[in-house]
């Protein structure tokens, strides 16, 4: 067994403890589920990113047809959109942001773009949807297109969680003049993402199962002589 193989195989041992879960995708522009994935997306932009549908943006979307080349991602859970990500080939997105991200572009030949992640503001543990549907969507890349990494952009604030996710942040910050921010480049490739998966992941059942452990000790410990 590949350790690419073996760490997907963890990942969706870990995704079982989830039951109420559920990963769908890819979900294309011809797709059944398309439309509801546009109105979870601009309903959760409307409430925190609105920026994102103004007239600048929606015209960069249109020119690019980012949406209708993409792949769409989302976690149900109890069969409801808790999430979603729009994974999308060259060109990218940020390309068209600024004149430093769009030579930035061309470093990452082969990778696909992740944006547009979000999660509905109304639930808790979103940085759990999230991470989950990030590293599940990766994995379908990286089996199915042939993903040689995945690139994207994204605000400061953010930078300490997308390390939390593997991803490397390199490069200087740039401004985006119709977003009024400065965005940083963040990237994995296949090789480095495939193992810091593995390793986060082996951590994680290692450390449940001390927790399951300890708590068969006490349990054991506290019976009556």
């Known amino acids: 067994m590949t350790l690419a193989s073996l760490t997907y195989r963890l ?3 870990w995704m079982k403890k989830f039951s109420s879960v559920r990963f769908v995708g890819p979900i294309l522009a011809d797709s059944p589920d398309y439309e509801r994935v546009m109105k979870f997306r601009a309903d959760q932009n409307r409430l925190r990113a609105p920026y994102l549908e103004d007239d600048v ?3 960069i979307e249109r020119r690019l047809r980012l949406d209708e080349r ?10 409801e ?24 572009a061309e470093e990452f030949a082969g990778y696909y773009e992740f944006g547009r992640l979000c999660t509905d503001v109304a639930l808790g543990r979103k940085a759990i949807y999230a991470g989950l ?5 990766a994995q379908h890349v990286f089996l199915h297109e042939m993903a040689s990494g995945i690139v994207g952009v994204c605000r400061a604030e953010r930078v300490s969680y997308m390390k939390k996710l593997g991803l490397n942040v390199d490069g200087e910050p740039a401004f985006v003049p119709s977003r009024q921010a400065a965005y940083r480049v963040i990237h994995g490739s296949k090789d480095h993402l495939i193992a810091f998966y593995y390793d986060f992941f082996l951590k994680l059942f290692s450390r449940a199962r001390t927790s399951k452990d300890s708590a068969a000790e006490v349990s054991h410990e506290s019976r009556p002589a």
């Open 57 to 59: 943006q929606l015209e």
């Open 70 to 79: 993409s792949l769409h991602f989302v976690l149900e859970r109890s069969g």
């Open 81 to 104: 959109i808790a999430a979603s990500v729009r994974v999308t080939p060259p060109p990218f997105e940020f390309s068209a942001l600024s004149p430093i991200l769009e030579n930035r």
């Open 11 to 13: 990942v969706d041992l």
């Open 133 to 137: 549907l990030v590293i599940k969507a």
